[in-house]
């Protein structure tokens, strides 16, 4: 059994980032992993001090080729999406092209003309993304997905006999009926749905997922 603590979008906030970091173990959780956007070095510090697996975000990729040695060559190892056995994660959709690396992410949307969002989309705005992720979940038969990037906590359940169904805190189980849920984590250091400092936690044994706001 593992208790993750699964956060993004720090923005640079070390405080509010050391209030997360010091609540999350007192709720069990032994393993963690940032959705990017996390804003500087000295976040990247103390996210290293508690051993952090990391996917980047659109803050990551666009200031990426600026960034100084040795962090520039440790973001460059990071992935867009993490796929596991107990979850999938990306800062913004599990929907990525095959082969693009971050190093590659600039060169890709200027030669297709593209805006930031045709990579990094806004699961909350966009109906349309929603269910590409969903589609990319449901043929992998992965049930569940987190994301950072829309600053607010909220999940969207589907189930095969239904439409989408959204859900809010502070948190829930996942149904074993073949569901897809796509969990936003909230943001650390800018939440836009309300105070305190957010992020989620995820039990993969008991499949819990719960929002923590500190």
Known sequence: MTTWAI????????????????????????????????GSTHVLDLLDGVAAEYVFGNWEASGWRGMDQPWR???????????????WAAHASPVWPDGLTIAGVV????????????LFP????????RWAALTELEAAAAPIFFHGH????????????TTSVRLTGPGFTLPTDGSRTLVGVGSVGIPQDGGGVCYALYDDAAREVVWRRV
Not at 23 to 36: H, N, T, Y
């Open 7 to 38: 956060l993004s979008d720090v923005h640079g906030r070390t405080d509010r980032l050391r209030r997360a970091l010091t609540d999350a173990p007192a709720q069990g959780a032994d393993r963690f992993l940032a959705l990017g956007d996390l």
């Open 73 to 87: 060559g440790q973001v460059a190892r990071w992935p867009a999406v993490y796929r596991g056995a107990e979850l």
């Open 150 to 161: 829309t600053h607010a906590q909220e999940a969207w359940l589907w189930r095969p006999d």
């Open 122 to 129: 806004s699961l909350q705005r966009s109906a349309d993304a």
């Open 107 to 118: 060169d890709y949307l200027r030669a297709r003309e593209l805006h930031w969002t045709a």
